[in-house]
């Protein structure tokens, strides 16, 4: 079971960027597995936000987010990143990385290794 970290919340005004890592204690070259950026706002429920394959192919976009943020991965490293731009009130959440076998379904329980999570604040 890999352990993941992740790193590069804060705070950031409406408008401006951040980019979230996530370092994952395996590497993931050779095998095929799902990497993705959930996040959980107050009072609302965990949504997956972005997901990539771990070839490289991104896999799925939110719709509120489609357009401004970007998943990568580098398989080598054993890193996941998301860079947010246009950064929004609404995107204020606590954002998880999450990884698991391929599955191609996105929901929360086809992730089976998670990180503690890392805030994401955005002022208006």
């Known amino acids: 079971q890999a352990k993941l970290v992740e790193s590069g919340g804060g705070s950031v005004q409406a408008g401006g960027s951040m980019r979230l890592s996530c370092q994952s204690s395996?590497?993931?070259?050779?095998?095929?597995?799902?990497m993705a950026w959930f996040r959980q706002g107050p009072g609302k429920e965990r949504e997956a936000v972005a997901v990539?394959?771990?070839?490289?192919?991104?896999?799925y976009y939110a719709d509120p987010v489609r357009g401004r943020f970007t998943i990568s991965v580098d398989p080598f490293k054993g890193a996941t990143y998301l860079q947010m731009d246009n950064l929004k009130f609404d995107d204020t959440a606590m954002y998880y990385c999450?990884?698991?076998?391929?599955?191609?379904?996105?929901?929360?329980?086809?992730?089976?290794?998670w990180g503690q999570g890392t805030q994401v604040t955005v002022s208006s």
């Open positions: 999450a990884e698991g076998p391929w599955s191609g379904d996105y929901t929360w329980d086809h992730f089976s290794d």
């Open positions: 395996e590497k993931i070259t050779g095998v095929r597995r799902q």
């Open positions: 990539i394959e771990s070839f490289g192919r991104p896999t």
